[in-house]
T-cell receptor
Framework: DADVTQTPRNRITKTGKRIMLECSQT?????MYWYRQDPGLGLRLIYY???????NKGEISDGYSVSRQAQAKFSLSLESAIPNQTALYFC????????????FGPGTRLTVL | DQQVKQNSPSLSVQEGRISILNCDYT??????FLWYKKYPAEGPTFLIS?????DKNEDGRFTVFLNKSAKHLSLHIVPSQPGDSAVYFC???????????FGAGTTVTVRA
């Protein structure tokens, strides 16, 4: 079984709809992250959480919100999706002993029409 | 403004030859550098890393070189194999927060 899972893997939605992307991990890590990948831009950090009570904005948090429901679960929401949020979204985890070494989920491909 | 730059979007190399991927960074506070490999429909996977106290780290066919004065690092893959065909991301962080800043990626194609 995968250590970091993301659901759904693919989603097509319409402008203005609310969307939630979910991430679960079985690695027991305390830190979790959400990134988006766009062609030519690499991965950019949206939000990160170092424990259940800690939520921090990344470099591109506008238009997104997150919820850390438990140590193992970190959800990303788009309250009102817009076409330029069409991207590949990745969840990642790490712990305090792994330095910058993060483990990534398989990604969610989101298309906003 | 991207703090980590990979200026070559793609690289094609013959099987058995060396692949050299380059990465530049602008933030002098970065002290930990990583390379990730990504296949289609999968998440990035960690490949190799280097701390700023070193200038070279080797793991099998993969070697990362760090030139702090030039704010430049490179990944050497020797010999290149068909399974190395993937997108390679350079990433950097500060050891006090471990948030990663990524480059745009280089797509490597290994030709038979």
């Amino acid at each position: 079984d995968a250590d970091v899972t993301q659901t759904p893997r693919n989603r097509i939605t319409k402008t203005g709809k609310r969307i939630m992307l979910e991430c679960s991990q079985t690695k027991g890590h305390d830190r979790m992250y959400w990134y988006r990948q766009d062609p030519g831009l690499g991965l950019r950090l949206i939000y990160y959480s170092f424990d259940v009570k800690d939520i921090n904005k990344g470099e591109i948090s506008d238009g997104y919100s997150v919820s850390r429901q438990a140590q193992a679960k970190f959800s990303l929401s788009l309250e009102s999706a817009i076409p330029n949020q069409t991207a590949l979204y990745f969840c990642a985890t790490s712990d305090t002993t792994s330095g910058g070494w993060q483990y990534f989920g398989p990604g969610t491909r989101l298309t906003v029409l | 403004d991207q703090q980590v730059k990979q200026n070559s979007p793609s690289l094609s190399v013959q099987e058995g030859r060396i692949s050299i991927l380059n990465c530049d960074y602008t933030n002098s506070m970065f002290d930990y550098f990583l390379w990730y490999k990504k296949y289609p429909a999968e998440g990035p996977t960690f490949l190799i890393s280097i701390s700023s106290i070193k200038d070279k780290n080797e793991d099998g066919r993969f070697t990362v070189f760090l030139n702090k004065s030039a704010k430049h690092l490179s990944l050497h893959i020797v010999p290149s194999q068909p399974g190395d065909s993937a997108v390679y991301f350079c990433a950097a962080s500060r050891s006090n927060d471990y948030k990663l800043s990524f480059g745009a990626g280089t797509t490597v194609t290994v030709r038979a």
